[in-house]
């Protein structure tokens, strides 16, 4: 799912709070009984960075676009792709596994204009195209001429000729309004559950080239093909969805209006619960007891990752030695227990537990490579070995970069004692936005980073392929800037093969190398604990893909 892996942090400080709705007398001699809107208030936590489906990469945003937009499929708790859930009212598979042919519901874009096909090869091919720099291009690996595209320079003189020829040549085709045909490169047992991933979205060509790169900075800067659309963007404040009317399932939409406030603090939140100025909150860790006490925490699955990325061009962390001394000084048992108290656990591998393989869960696969205690004799050495090869005498002063809000300092000091006290390592930490920590992170300007990626969807390749070497002037996710040509290649034998068993054995192999090499340092997968009140009903929640999805949620009267 997902998702610019920082932007979970921000996921965490979600809350959601719903407006009763209820009944009022009005007008008439006898008086006429009128249901008030159904109105939920909810907090994003952050900015959204982009609305671009095509460019967006963080979570904060992809909560957004899953309320605002429909793909070919929606995403349904505890269902695989369903036929029908999207704008994708039925396709078939050819028999090789080859080629996907997508018919069209009768939809419409929140300004009338009908929904085609054509919609989804612009938006696809966009995000193909090398120029676009979309970091989630990589997404698009899978189908057919997508590596000859990728390969073309874009600095060439003929560059712009390369690409419109090889577009032509990809295997996305709009057969015609309602018939969408696309052809692999290799069989993918996982790519109907990418269908519901923002960067397949649909976009209009017409208003992506009419407001170029200000489209879906505002919401008359962009069309709605979802459950809501965005009629009231003040930015860094508060955003407001409305009902979409010309939605094609809005009689199952219950909720006329969503409200949310951008509320950052860790308190706030539970202040305004006990006040019933909220009503669905994440609980803190420092008032998960409370609400345990009282039985009404419920837990959420959650497939994501947390480590601490490693910028591999850094003159110090293209050093091994001194990646790995960092992540041997690491307590992660001592972090889920004493910071953050919330069933989380220690990560000991980098794929979460949770992410299925061919039979069974894929970690078994890989096993518990990284100890969950802290190694001081050990750190200590690969500290020194380090320095050796670095030519240095002492570790010199490391900046660590951190988001601006509560959680992420908390987290980020934590991890800033363990360096000093089990390796005298000095680290500074630097707090920036988030909208700009993404960004420094994708220009590779900061040396660690604490850094997180929640699944896409349930394979294991969703967290592997993400580290395969990227161009220098367009990382993607690989903002660690790793490069190793033989994970490299365990990663595309894995995506070439239709075979699930070798597909897995490659993987692992991959996630080894991974673990040896440490370009990241896994440190928990996270548990996400929240209590709403009663009225509330029919909120979706993901373990992939978006976390959240209000599409059916409803507000009893209260």
């Known amino acids: 799912m997902s998702k610019k892996t920082i932007a979970l942090l921000l996921a965490a400080l979600m809350i959601v709070s719903v407006v009763a709705a209820g009944c009022s007398k009005s007008g008439g001699s006898g008086g006429t009984t009128e249901k008030k809107p159904m109105v939920l208030h909810w907090n994003l936590g952050e900015e959204p960075p982009g609305l671009d489906s095509v460019l967006t990469t963080d979570q904060v945003s992809f909560e957004v676009l899953n309320a605002l937009q429909d793909g070919l499929v929606r995403q349904q708790e505890n269902q695989p792709a369903t036929k029908g859930s999207g704008l994708a009212k039925d396709w078939t598979v050819s028999s090789d596994g080859m080629t996907y042919t997508f018919t069209l519901r009768d939809a419409k874009w929140s300004d009338g204009q009908p929904i085609t096909a054509k919609d989804f090869a612009f938006a696809w091919k966009r995000a193909m195209n090398p120029k676009t720099a979309a970091e989630y291009s990589y997404q698009f690996a899978y189908i057919k001429g997508f590596d000859a595209l990728s390969a073309i320079d874009v600095k060439a003189a003929d560059a712009d000729q390369k690409i419109a020829e090889a577009l032509k040549t990809v295997g996305v085709t709009a057969k015609d309004d309602k018939t969408l045909e696309v052809t692999l490169a290799a069989p993918t047992p996982y790519f109907l559950s990418l269908m519901s991933f923002p960067t397949f979205l649909p976009q209009r060509q017409d208003i992506v080239e009419k407001y170029g790169d200000k489209y879906a900075s505002d919401p008359d800067k962009m069309v709605y093909s979802g459950p809501f659309v965005l009629s009231e963007w003040t930015h860094e404040s508060k955003m407001v969805w409305d009902k979409n009317p010309n939605y094609w399932d809005k009689d199952n939409v219950k909720l006329d209006q969503i409200n949310m406030t951008m509320i950052k603090d860790i308190n706030t939140p539970v202040n305004m619960y006990e006040a019933g100025e909220l009503d669905v909150i994440n609980v803190p860790a420092e008032f998960l007891d409370q609400y345990k006490s009282k039985g009404v925490v419920k837990t959420r699955a959650d497939s994501t990752t947390?480590?601490?990325?490693?910028?591999?061009?850094?003159?110090?962390?293209?050093?091994?030695?001194?990646?790995?001394?960092?992540?041997?000084?690491?307590?992660?048992?001592?972090?889920?227990?004493?910071?953050?108290?919330?069933?989380?656990?220690?990560?000991?591998?980098?794929?979460?537990?949770?992410?299925?393989?061919?039979?069974?869960?894929?970690?078994?696969?890989?096993?518990?490579?990284?100890?969950?205690?802290?190694?001081?004799?050990?750190?200590?050495?690969?500290?020194?070995?380090?320095?050796?090869?670095?030519?240095?005498?002492?570790?010199?002063?490391?900046?660590?970069?951190?988001?601006?809000?509560?959680?992420?300092?908390?987290?980020?000091?934590?991890?800033?004692?363990?360096?000093?006290?089990?390796?005298?390592?000095?680290?500074?930490?630097?707090?920036?936005?988030?909208?700009?920590?993404?960004?420094?992170?994708?220009?590779?300007?900061?040396?660690?980073?604490?850094?997180?990626?929640?699944?896409?969807?349930?394979?294991?390749?969703?967290?592997?392929?993400?580290?395969?070497?990227?161009?220098?002037?367009?990382?993607?996710?690989?903002?660690?800037?790793?490069?190793?040509?033989?994970?490299?290649?365990?990663?595309?034998?894995?995506?070439?093969?239709?075979?699930?068993?070798?597909?897995?054995?490659?993987?692992?192999?991959?996630?080894?190398?991974?673990?040896?090499?440490?370009?990241?340092?896994?440190?928990?997968?996270?548990?996400?604990?929240?209590?709403?009140k009663p009225y509330v009903k029919g909120i979706q929640r993901f373990a992939v893909g978006a976390d959240m999805d209000f599409k059916t949620a409803t507000v009893d009267a209260h």
Request: glycine share 6%; aromatic share 10%.
């Open 306 to 532: 947390w480590y601490i990325e490693f910028n591999n061009k850094d003159k110090v962390f293209k050093n091994a030695n001194m990646r790995k001394a960092l992540s041997l000084a690491i307590d992660r048992q001592s972090f889920v227990d004493n910071i953050l108290k919330n069933g989380s656990i220690p990560a000991l591998a980098y794929t979460p537990p949770s992410i299925s393989g061919d039979k069974g869960a894929f970690h078994p696969l890989v096993g518990d490579i990284l100890a969950p205690k802290a190694d001081q004799a050990a750190a200590k050495a690969a500290l020194e070995a380090g320095l050796k090869e670095l030519g240095l005498t002492k570790a010199p002063q490391i900046s660590f970069l951190s988001g601006d809000s509560e959680r992420a300092k908390k987290w980020a000091v934590a991890v800033q004692e363990m360096w000093k006290q089990n390796l005298g390592v000095d680290v500074n930490i630097e707090t920036v936005a988030f909208k700009v920590r993404l960004d420094r992170m994708t220009k590779g300007q900061y040396q660690i980073v604490f850094a997180g990626w929640g699944a896409d969807y349930n394979d294991p390749m969703t967290f592997i392929d993400m580290w395969r070497t990227a161009p220098a002037d367009n990382p993607g996710n690989n903002s660690a800037f790793y490069n190793n040509t033989e994970y490299d290649k365990l990663v595309d034998d894995a995506k070439a093969t239709g075979d699930q068993a070798r597909r897995m054995d490659d993987m692992q192999k991959a996630e080894k190398i991974l673990l040896a090499e440490l370009p990241i340092a896994p440190i928990f997968h996270p548990a996400w604990n929240f209590i709403e």
